[in-house]
């Protein structure tokens, strides 16, 4: 298993709606790792959190919680407070590649508009999620077909693969940004900076002496 170097894919949903084709690069990704992930079983808990940066690639991490059983395997954990939670594990707790296909709507819908599709309900009519303003007519489809209430008619991953736009080609690929800096990581790359500019040579001094100040102090060196 390759080291996780670049954060979650949460760090890079945080910063706003990413540009059409990063977010159909993301998704291929996802989809491709889902692909793996079903030929075993399920993830069972795929939000942006367990989406991991490597490179310019983003992979399905943190299987802590994946299930190697049949389709009427019940899960032994309790629906998380998440959004990105089918609903008939929210309703019956139970588990299965569709409700991976569920989440994944969910995190496709967020990525193109930084917001969570609005779960419908009304009296005498099936359940259903408003999706957000801005789509294009093919990817409302596609994340339509992944937030059907009736799991029969959600994809599998592999039609999935099928119906996502191929990622926008470019003679630059569209680089995936990098959240900025904590407040911590900040200043230590300034303390550096400093450190490293606070060496100076003076002309004058005998051949081979140097002044070197280090954290507020001088020390005299011969090389």
């Known amino acids: 298993m390759e080291y996780a170097d670049g954060g979650s894919l949460k760090s890079v949903m945080a910063m706003g709606p990413a540009s059409r084709s990063l977010a159909e690069r993301i998704a ?58 089918a609903p008939e594990r929210r309703l019956d707790d139970k588990v299965s590649r569709e409700g991976d296909i569920y989440s994944f709507g969910i995190i496709f819908h967020e990525l193109l508009t930084a917001k969570l599709p609005t779960e419908i309900r009304e009296p005498n009519r099936p359940p259903r999620s408003e999706l957000a303003r801005g789509l ?29 736009p191929a990622p926008s080609m ?6 995936v940004p990098s959240p900025a800096p ?17 060496v100076r040579t003076y002309v004058g001094r005998p051949k081979g002496m140097r002044r070197f100040w280090v954290t507020g102090r001088s020390e005299e060196h011969t090389s």
């Not at 470019?170 to 680089?175: D, V």
């Open 28 to 85: 291929a990704d996802i989809c491709d790792g889902l692909k793996a992930v079903h030929a075993a079983g399920w993830h069972n808990d795929l939000k942006p959190a367990n989406v991991l940066r490597v490179g310019d690639r983003f992979q399905i991490g943190d299987l802590g919680i994946a299930r190697v059983l049949d389709g009427k395997a019940y899960s032994r954990f309790p629906p998380a407070g998440s959004s990105y939670v």
């Open 136 to 164: 294009t007519r093919r990817h409302r489809r596609v994340i339509a077909s992944c937030l059907e209430w009736d799991t029969t008619k959600r994809p599998t991953a592999a039609a999935l693969g099928s119906r996502l």
């Open 170 to 175: 470019s003679p630059q690929p569209t680089a």
């Open 182 to 198: 904590s407040t911590a990581e900040a200043t230590r790359n300034e303390t550096a900076s400093a450190r490293t500019s606070s």
